[in-house]
Nanobody, 124 residues
């Protein structure tokens, strides 16, 4: 069982930056593929970024490519999402997720554990 707790969400102006963090419980964090998703009001949850268990490979949604960077520190059981050049359309609740696989996972159904989310609001 893995518990995930996100933090770092807040109100920021367009063009600004924000760093989200997700801390995982358990001693096997380094064996999980990790992902970030987001959900805006009235919309479906969508993939944002994923990183493999070893932290070597990453993948991003086209909408955030070049602006967001996912990273992890397995010694600290933490995965982070650095968000730069934020836009109002980035406004959403952001969720951290863990998958029982070392690979990159870009689909919601590929994840086994979810955090409760942290709200990011980007004002224009």
């Amino acid at each position: 069982q893995v518990q995930l707790v996100e933090s770092g969400g807040k109100l920021v102006q367009a063009g600004g930056s924000l760093r989200l963090s997700c801390v995982a419980s358990g001693r096997t964090f380094s064996s999980y593929g990790m992902g970030w998703f987001r959900q805006a009001p009235g919309k479906e949850r969508e993939f944002v970024a994923t990183i493999d268990a070893g932290g070597t490979y990453t993948s991003y949604a086209d909408s955030v490519k070049g602006r967001f960077t996912v990273s992890r520190d397995n010694a600290k059981n933490t995965v982070s999402l650095q968000m730069n050049s934020l836009k109002p359309e980035d406004t959403a609740a952001y969720y951290c997720a863990a998958a029982n696989t070392r690979a990159l996972i870009t689909t919601i159904h590929g994840y086994d554990y979810w955090g409760r989310g942290t709200q990011v609001t980007v004002s224009s």
